[in-house]
């Protein structure tokens, strides 16, 4: 299929905005699938998980295949919930465009915040499907306005609603001036379009208005036609709708309401007239590899070039192995083939590639530059990975993702279950990479971490459901990290001898804070040319474990900056794992003397409540070492803005319904480390 035909979009919302039942829609109507699923009965396509079906929500970005009027759409249903944000960061890296589902009633949610601000860092162009305009306090305009407000953006409504709320009928096309209407009898697949009734004409033509001159300004073609007072044709509409949408100039508004089988057609009509194709964004940044030098180069999308892919999730199939999501840059890989992994350096065979359809595939022989498969076979890649050839060495943007902020103690009930938990953990944190785990010095215990208590939860039912490892769980404790609130140098020389060989190494080093939230950095600042490469790979490694293992806790350090100044060097006694030994020690001894501080995690916290329960609510957050920092009114009630410490939020569920009657809900996202007051007491 030629690349103009082609489509690779995500499906983004805050939870229970209803994506994956729009995503349902979307396969029924273009025939993937013969009945809809629900998510209320456990039976939604796209949440073929058990844990995700028992729960009602969406946990993994399925990936799934559909065609409509022949054109290939790659679709990535991603989870709303903040606890699974990687599933997102890394949907969205590999993504053309995206769908941005809206709740009609609830406007702009804090997750949804989250989604939009991702979507923004890799330049996606977006529509919005504005969805449950049939519940009761549903408004299109508004919730539209909210969207502009809170984004900077320009609305383009391409509809206007017939009703709203329990009174919604259909739409008004403002494009073809026409009134539609879904058929309940045969779950929407029928359309009766009409002519627009002489009561809401004003208000159609008003909008239709509205919507020319929008696009009429970003096009200077059609501004022209419009300034002249001539006629600006559909298809001239389309494209300028088009370009300006890729452009981000504007964001177009469909609406409808999935649950009832209403406005889902048009909504895949627009991905398809307005949302860009692989060969219409711009083309992707990499990096080339070349003798441990890396220049900045594009990848443009071309089958007739070098391959390139990038791996951006990894899901584990317990007949298959790992299965590698792989969104193609470049190139052509077919199956069967040898591929290299330009991160490892090295080759990998991939045996099968299939086109997914959640949690069903079908075989392909190849797969080329735009389109979005999966390889089965690849042993050591991890998401991330870019894969190609030796010849076009050329590493893509690796996601980021934000750190672990809760842990938990994880013991296996026996020894023998030990290693099946051991090997079920590398499973999930290739899969996962918010999802850490390291033995604690002091206790032995294993800890895992990972972004809030819901994804823990979701991991250790995973491990003991789909992996059969019997262990045991500790109680939620917060992931601490260390830093470093002045600056110092310091000097070791390190001796040692075996085996009769004398080994040596000496390091002059200083550290420094850096600012909040920028990471650890490490340099070299003192001429080495004469200093082995395996030497100097060793001295990183011993500062990046001895980062990894903290100053006084054994929390890993952040926002901590390491200059190496001086490197002793002899070459008959100079040995790596001296110079490793050497880098932890100088390390410790420097850190030790630049006032070292314990940073603990900061959470967004948003409250949810009715008007008269702000109060109460305010005050449990408060009573938890919380700072409200602002407040929004929506119709379906008052959104509190506040940040509090993760420690004092453990618990936080009973106390606010018990304060509310029940009324409140909240949400928690990872903000960012501060400075702990008073340390970590009698640690």
Known sequence: MSLDKMRNIGIMAHIDAGKTTTTERILYYTGKIHKIGEIDDGQATMDWMQQEQERGITICSAATTTYWRNYQINIIDTPGHVDFT????????????????????????????TVWKQADDFNVPRLCF?????????????????VGEKFGVECLALQIPI???????????????????WSQEDEGETITESDIDSSRLDQAKEWHEKLVESV???????????????????????????????????????????RHNQGVQPLIDAVIDYLPAPNQVPAA?????????LTDVEVPCDVSKMPLGLVFKIQYDREMGPLCYVRMYSGKIQAGTQIYNVNKKKRERVNRILRMHADKSEAMDSISAGDIGVFVGLK?????????????????????????????????????????MMETLEILKREDPTFTSHEDNETGQLIISGMGELHLDVLVTRMKDDFSVKCNVGAPQVTYRESVSG???ASEHFEKTLAGKENTAGLTISVEQRSQGSGNSFEVTCKHSEVPEEIMQAIESGFKSALDSGIKYG???????????????????????????????????????????????????????????VGPASSQLSQRGGNIMGQDSKSSGEIIHAQAPMANMFGFTTNLRSATQGRASFSMEFSHFQIKAGGLGNY
């Open 86 to 113: 990687a599933e997102v960061e890394r949907s969205l890296r590999v993504l053309d465009g995206a769908v941005a589902v809206i709740c009609a009633v609830d406007g702009v949610q804090p997750q949804t915040e």
């Open 130 to 146: 504005m969805n449950k305009m049939d519940r009761i306090g549903a408004d299109f305009f508004a919730s539209m306005a909210d």
């Open 163 to 181: 009703g709203q709320g329990p009174d919604f009928e259909g739409v008004i096309d403002l494009l073809k001036m026409k009134e539609l209407r």
């Open 216 to 258: 009429a300004a970003s096009d200077d073609q059609l501004m022209e036609l419009y300034l002249e007072g001539k006629e600006i044709t559909l298809d001239q509409l389309k494209a300028a709708i088009r370009k300006g949408t890729i452009n981000r100039n504007f964001v177009p508004f469909v609406m409808g309401s999935a």
């Open 285 to 293: 940044k990499g990096h080339k590899v070349h003798k441990d030098q």
């Open 380 to 420: 050591i890649a991890q998401t991330g990975d870019s894969i190609g050839s030796e010849a076009f060495a050329v590493l893509l943007e690796e996601p980021t993702f934000p750190q672990p902020v809760i842990s938990v103690a994880l013991e296996p009930e026996s020894m023998s279950e030990k290693d099946k």
């Open 487 to 489: 600056a110092a140098s």
């Open 555 to 613: 929390y890993p350090c952040t926002d901590l900056g390491v200059k190496v100044t001086a490197i002793e060097y002899n070459e008959l006694t100079a040995s790596t794992f001296a110079y490793e030994a050497c880098a932890s020690q100088v390390f410790d001894k420097a850190c030790n003397q630049a006032n070292p501080v314990i940073l603990e995690p900061v959470m967004n916290v948003d409250i949810s409540c009715p008007k008269e329960f």
